[in-house]
């Protein structure tokens, strides 16, 4: 007969961020998630869905939303345990250890740095209505001219400044762009629907003119889920959040249900008010107004006579992308620095100066953010890879939380997930399923980007006599899992980014469609299964915890403890 044995006290223990000052409430860290969820996914999210599935891009905003919420229970349950600046690049590594911590670390931080030039050109390309010099239209295809560019950089270079004055004076700002950022979608919803014409649900193909294929590949590539991004701020900023056990939950939580039925609602009156002549024969080549490519609800709010709303909305396209843009900022100098105390960047991106701020991971994020808009000239183009590198990022979320139900059973935790033996599973095969209908192109460049992640992490690991073990018993699914679903991809259906300009097919398409999802969720089951089962062992878990605990700062005295 066995013997219950009682959990250490130090199961408990909570990891430590010294130097941040707790200055976000309840409000604060909805309105941190809220403003980086609704930002240029609003402005254009309803027009290319609507371009790449007709009026059953509405299955795409609910399936989406619907896999986006369950995602986001599981990240405010690892917030409510471990309120830590840059969580969601630290939860793997506690779980797992490095070999498995550095991809969804590298990962977490690629999607943030991307974000902020995303929204930056939205801005530009709303703007470009104004001043024609900013963008310019090449194969279909709206890109940035040299104009356009260094006006990207001088936005950016803004943010970080407003960065630099700390979370109370940049949590002032940021609420007042929220609350206007919220209340504009609201207003064009209202606005328009009286405009509202059903006809349009069954003409120009019928409501699902292009077939269940197309909606699930709008949800990646025609920015649903990339709309959907950004309910992990609240942890990402953790260690800034009075209260976190009981804040972080209920803002992540309040800000995903929220932007749901904000953009589900908004993808109804686009669908539902654009005028039949502004539709030729079909949504997917029909669409050819300038005004609504360039600026879609402020085109169409031009076309149906409402100029004050066109105004408007031409107003918030510079100031709702903007406060997203500012945000992930913010959260990306989180994230490196949260890569920091893992030990997998330089100790410099731990730095903060008396503020607050981690300014070396925040120049850093401005420099690098920069650098990712070169070979992506497009909002489009640059959405895909965000949403790729965002949902592997989101995949470790749904195996931390398994590994610490086995882990640490008795850990306090301030929200648990209902029905976590399900819903935790089920969170990373949503995770897969997005990932998968990215494309096989898509899958490909991340496979690269996470390869050569590893190799510039583990150049900088090399160099710290600090660094952490790798641990690879308990991270060998990683290369496993990602190998399977490279696999599934390129035998699947699957080959393109949705979008103006679709991508010529890259994969063999031997699966067939329907029979592919399956093989995705199943494979996802059994990475779950086996990832779980490979956790770090709970002694191992706890000193990991304990490292980056209060007593850090004696760690880096004496490099032994960390051993």
């Not at 269940?212 to 953790?238: N, S």
């Not at 209260?243 to 939950?249: A, G, H, I, K, V």
């Not at 539709?279 to 005004?291: D, K, L, Q, R, Y």
């Not at 990373?428 to 980007?449: C, H, M, P, Q, R």
Request: glycine content about 10%; charged content about 10%; hydrophobic content about 50%.
């Amino acid at each position: 007969m066995s013997t219950e044995v009682t959990p250490s006290p130090v199961a408990t223990e909570v990891p430590t961020d010294v130097g941040f000052k707790r200055e976000l409430g309840f409000i604060g860290a909805t309105w941190a998630s809220e403003t980086s969820i609704i930002g240029s996914g609003w402005l254009f999210g309803a027009y290319f869905a609507a371009t790449a599935a007709g009026p059953a891009a509405l299955y795409g905003w609910v399936i989406g939303g619907i896999m986006v919420i369950v995602l986001a229970l599981v990240h405010a349950e690892l917030g409510g345990m471990y309120p830590l600046s840059g969580g969601t690049a630290r939860f793997p590594h506690f779980a797992f250890g490095g070999g498995a911590g550095v991809a969804f670390g590298f990962m977490s931080w690629l999607q943030a740095v991307t974000v902020a030039p995303v929204e930056c050109y939205a801005v530009f390309t709303y703007l470009s209505y104004y001043d024609g010099g900013l963008t310019e239209v090449k194969e279909g295809v709206t890109v940035m001219t040299g104009a356009g560019f260094a006006a990207v950089i001088g936005l950016m270079a803004f943010f970080t400044v407003i960065n630099f004055l700390g979370m109370r004076l940049f949590n002032m700002v940021s609420s007042a762009i929220t609350w206007w950022k919220v209340a504009i979608p609201i207003l064009c919803i209202i606005v328009l629907l009286p405009h509202f014409h059903s006809s349009n649900f069954s003409a120009f193909g019928g409501f699902n003119p292009y077939g269940w294929k197309a909606v699930f590949a709008a949800i990646p590539g025609a920015g649903i889920v990339f709309a959907y991004l950004g309910f992990e701020q609240a942890d990402q900023l953790a260690a800034e959040v009075r209260d976190p056990q009981r804040n972080l939950p209920r803002a992540i939580i309040t800000s995903i249900l929220l932007a749901t039925a904000i953009y589900i609602l908004l993808q109804v009156v686009f669908l539902g008010t654009i005028p039949a002549d502004q539709v030729h024969m079909s949504w997917a080549t029909g669409i050819t107004n300038t005004n609504i490519i360039d600026g879609p609800f402020a085109g169409l709010a031009g076309i149906l006579g409402l100029g004050w709303l066109a105004t408007v909305l031409r107003i918030d396209a510079a100031i709702s992308p903007s406060g997203t843009g500012m945000m992930y900022l913010t959260s990306t100098s989180r994230i490196g620095y949260g890569m920091g105390r893992n030990r997998y960047y330089p100790q410099a991106f731990t730095k903060l100066d008396k503020r607050g701020v981690p300014w070396v991971s925040l120049i850093c994020a401005f420099v690098f953010g920069l650098v990712f808009l070169l070979p992506f000239p497009s909002w489009v183009s640059l959405v895909s890879i965000v949403t790729g590198a965002s949902v592997l990022m989101y995949a470790g979320a749904p195996l931390s939380m398994g590994a610490f139900r086995k882990q640490v059973p008795d850990h306090d935790r301030p929200y648990q997930v209902p029905w976590a033996v399900v819903l935790a599973p089920l969170a990373f095969i949503f995770a897969n399923e997005i990932i998968y209908w990215s494309g096989f192109l898509t899958v490909l460049k991340l496979g690269v980007a996470l390869c050569g992640g590893y190799i510039v992490i583990g150049i900088f690991m090399y160099f710290d006599k600090q660094r952490p073990q790798l641990e690879w018993r308990s991270a060998w699914w990683v290369p496993v899992w990602l190998l399977g679903m490279g696999i599934i991809s390129w035998q699947g259906q699957f080959d393109f980014s949705a979008g103006p300009k679709p991508l010529p097919p890259v994969n063999t398409g031997h699966i067939a469609f329907g029979w592919d999802l399956g093989l995705v969720a199943l494979w996802s089951l059994i990475v779950y299964f086996l990832a779980v089962w490979s956790r770090l062992p709970r002694e191992k878990m706890l000193e990991r915890v304990a490292l980056q605990s209060a007593m850090q700062p004696e760690i880096d005295k004496d490099p032994n403890l960390s051993q």
